[in-house]
């Protein structure tokens, strides 16, 4: 079965970096898209990227633009999110999240079907 695991988050000062890694299992590889994002508390979860399973391609929502990459491992069984440079409004719960690509999910979380349980990502000044 498809399972979704987040790791890597934690608690750094501003201006420091964070890789975030999503283990994924049980799913054809190129059959879902596999996307990030993160919710902070009494705010809307927001798409920060995915990878395109039709052509490979990356995509950044306007929260995820700049200082985010997004990259997968080889065997596409990991999916990374580099995050550069965190200020304290990087805070949240970070997610990876799978569609199957006739959804065209991209960055529309209600599109995504499975989801892992999130890390935390704190951020102080």
């Known amino acids: 079965q498809g399972q979704l695991v987040e790791s890597g988050g934690g608690l750094v000062q501003s201006g420091q970096s964070l890789r975030l890694s999503c283990s994924v299992s049980?799913?054809?590889?190129?059959?879902?898209?596999i996307g990030w994002f993160r919710q902070a508390p009494g705010k809307e979860r927001v798409g920060l990227s995915y990878l395109s399973p039709e052509d490979g391609s990356t995509y950044y929502g306007d929260a995820g633009k700049g200082r985010f990459t997004i990259s997968r491992d080889n065997a596409g069984n990991t999916v990374y999110l580099q995050m550069n440079s965190l200020k304290p409004e990087d805070t949240a719960v970070y997610y990876c999240?799978?569609?199957?690509?006739?959804?065209?999910?991209?960055?529309?979380?209600?599109?995504?079907?499975?989801w892992g349980q999130g890390t935390q990502v704190t951020v102080s000044s």
């Open positions: 999240a799978a569609a199957r690509v006739f959804w065209k999910a991209a960055l529309d979380p209600l599109k995504y079907e499975y």
């Open positions: 049980g799913f054809a590889l190129d059959a879902y898209t």
